[in-house]
């Protein structure tokens, strides 16, 4: 299997629970219904998994909830104790660069500001994890980046933000269906995967 581990990042606790930086949490709990997966179990302390039995094998899902930025400690013990190897891992994330409604999903690069991303990238070595970003902006220029993403959706971006969450869910399918690349091609080319 290409990806045997799907990472959502976000903050743990009711306060966070609607945020737009808990949009990988939300991706998360909207794939474990989809793909009917075991229920949730804590994984050391530093965050919540699930497993998916797939055609091709064992998927786990995980939430750290270590705070996003220290994401890194969830993902590095999750990935060593069950031997993944960083190329299969797929993390998923909220990007205010990206208008609410869009997606982008890659399979390398640098950590584009996101501090979970930076935090996994560090403690896991190198850039070579694919990774999805859902778009949450555009942050008006008078708000603080913290204070946005730590802040629900407004009312007039509610509808585009919940395309974005729809389109990332169709995103992650068509990886496990057909494989990163052909899930690429459709999620960056505006078409849907």
């Not at 091709?56 to 031997?83: E, V």
């Not at 208008?99 to 403690?123: P, V």
């Not at 995103?171 to 995967?193: C, F, Q």
Request: proline letters at 6%; one cysteine or more; charged letters at 25%.
């Amino acid at each position: 299997m290409e990806i045997s581990l799907i990472a959502g990042l976000g903050n743990p606790g009711a306060r966070y629970a609607c945020t737009r930086h808990n949009a990988g949490f939300m991706l998360l709990d909207r794939l474990a219904d989809r793909l009917k997966a075991d229920p949730w179990r804590n994984w050391q302390s530093l965050g919540d998994y699930a497993k998916v039995q797939c055609p091709q094998g064992t998927l786990f899902l995980l939430k750290p909830n270590t705070y996003m930025n220290n994401s890194g400690d969830a993902l590095q013990s999750f990935a060593s104790f069950h031997r993944l190897e960083p190329g299969k891992i797929l993390v998923c994330f909220d990007d205010i660069s990206l208008d609410a409604g869009r997606i982008r999903l890659r399979r390398a690069g640098s950590d584009g500001g996101q501090r979970g991303m930076r935090d996994i990238l560090g403690k896991l070595g190198g850039q070579n994890i694919p990774r999805l970003r859902i778009g949450v902006g555009p942050r008006p220029e008078q708000i603080q980046a913290k204070d946005f993403v730590l802040a629900p959706p407004s009312s007039e971006q509610r509808a585009a933000f919940e395309d974005g969450l729809k389109s990332a869910e169709a995103a992650v399918l068509a990886v496990l269906e057909r494989g990163l690349e052909a899930a690429m091609n459709a999620a960056n080319g505006g078409a849907k995967p």
